[in-house]
């Protein structure tokens, strides 16, 4: 093919070409407009979501200023997004959390020039951030870099979260475990199937000896040799069938080194999902054992004293009912404990000085008490025996309000007729005094009267007479 021949070819061939061309540029456009419209779209969706949702979304330049941020910080904070624009991200943050942020994000800078550089780094903290009327709120921040086609950082993509309601149950949580770790008495959770120990509070390895990693290896068994497993389930059967919703009970615990103490347990049952526990306050009763013990001497001791002393004492409640007396009360009454105990009292005095006695007794309950105080008792078989009474008031543990009246006697009717008699004695001997000095009066006026007699007879007078 000559020349001319092959470039009439080539003519005819580059208007296909050019058409061809443009035919493709023309559907390189159309893919250009619909990739730009969907991600118009798809920016447009991101937009929606992010202006609605709860958490703030947020971008920051590198050099820690904003660059977008959503519209839900002003619930966050109170501020509206154009005036958190207007600030940089180090001013929005308490001391402690400026200086946390500040050195998580130099050590991703760090890593970012090593070679543990991961594209996909992200950190996640607890910031606390300030809010437009003065108060902190606290907050979960997560960010990433933004790269550009290099992988290079030149941005900061980043969700905060309100986590106050979290912190709160944390502070919550950390208080209660702060509480259960300080508390003195014995607290333990256990596992109501293998009744292996989860928890062990400080108190119960300081009384027990144990480390935590051997309780962790043991059950209540291992502590309570009063029990074998079989009697250990068949106690706690009525939590895990939910008859009752808690068990105390005595028993003995076995310390590390193998010394005995007496227990008192507090058992109750908590599900936790499909788990349940048993959750068991343990507390060591060896000083009440011991208090019990010398009160239990202490009361016998006591009540040896009132019921053998030598003088009468009995008791009575605010309605002046008897509630109790001893034996010697009992000589002096004539009646036995069990015909008196809760009776009144005025059963005990005679008819004419009972209104008397009984106004007496009233005034006690006003806080008057009797010293040596004179009360006749009517005894059963009808003779009246005086005593003398000293009262004192019995209170509850305020102080304040009167529970009883107790009052201690002194017989002393054979003293009161002993000095009956020796009165009436005194008195014959008065009389007879009397009549006889009356008697040696009336003499010497008869001896005065015969003088004088005598006298105007012009006789010696008879008698001397001696004033």
Do not use: C
Request: hydrophobic share 35%; net charge negative.
């Amino acid at each position: 093919m000559n020349d001319q021949s092959k470039a009439k070819q080539i003519q005819s061939q580059e208007p296909d070409a050019l058409r061809r061309r443009i035919e493709e540029l023309q559907q390189a456009k159309l893919a250009w407009k619909r990739e730009k419209e969907e991600l118009k779209e798809i920016e447009k969706k991101y937009r929606l979501l992010a202006d609605n949702i709860s958490d703030v979304i947020f971008v920051l330049d590198m050099n820690l200023n904003y660059t977008y941020v959503s519209p839900s910080v002003k619930i966050l904070r109170g501020y509206e997004p154009e005036e958190v624009l207007k600030q940089t991200t180090l001013e929005s943050l308490v001391p402690a959390s400026r200086e946390l942020a500040l050195k998580s994000l130099s050590e991703v800078m760090e890593l970012e020039k090593s070679e543990q550089r991961d594209i996909s780094i992200s950190r996640t903290l607890q910031l606390e951030l300030k809010r437009k009327d003065g108060t902190t709120v606290w907050t979960e921040v997560r960010f990433s870099f933004i790269r550009d086609e290099d992988q290079r950082p030149v941005g900061i993509l980043g969700i905060t979260r309100d986590i106050t309601e979290r912190k709160l149950v944390e502070t919550t949580q950390n208080r209660l475990l702060y509480i259960l770790e300080s508390n003195l008495n014995e607290i333990y959770a256990f596992d109501s199937e293998s009744l292996a120990f989860e928890y062990v509070n400080r108190g119960a390895l300081i009384n027990l000896g144990y480390t935590l990693e051997d309780m962790r290896r043991m059950t209540p068994l291992d502590l309570k040799p009063a029990f074998t497993e079989e009697t250990f389930r068949q106690t706690i059967q009525p939590l895990l069938q939910h008859k009752q919703e808690q068990l105390i009970f005595e028993t003995i615990h076995k310390r590390a080194d193998g010394s005995l103490y007496p227990a008192e347990v507090h058992l109750q049952m908590v599900e936790m999902g499909k788990q349940r526990l048993f959750l068991a306050m343990i507390v060591d009763i060896s000083e009440r054992r011991k208090t019990e013990e010398l009160l239990r001497e202490t009361n016998e001791y006591l009540e040896s004293l009132f019921n053998y002393a030598n003088a009468p004492i009995i008791t009575w409640n605010t309605d002046y009912r008897i509630t109790r007396f001893n034996h010697a009360f009992e000589s002096l009454s004539g009646y036995a404990a069990d015909e008196i105990v809760g009776k009144e009292l005025h059963m005990l005095f005679p008819q004419e000085s009972r209104e008397e006695t009984l106004d007496k007794i009233a005034r006690t309950s006003t806080g008057e008490l009797w010293q040596s105080m004179e009360i006749p008792i009517k005894h059963k078989n009808g003779d009246i025996r005086i005593a003398l009474w000293n009262s004192a008031n019995i209170y509850a543990q305020n102080g304040q309000t009167l529970l009883a009246t107790i009052a201690q006697g002194v017989d002393i009717t054979e003293r009161k007729q002993a000095e009956k008699r020796i009165t009436d004695q005194f008195q014959e001997l008065k009389r007879w005094y009397d009549v006889m000095l009356d008697r040696e009066d009336r003499v010497i006026e008869l001896k005065k009267e015969v003088n004088a007699l005598l006298k105007q007879t012009g006789k010696e007078e008879k008698y001397k007479i001696i004033e």
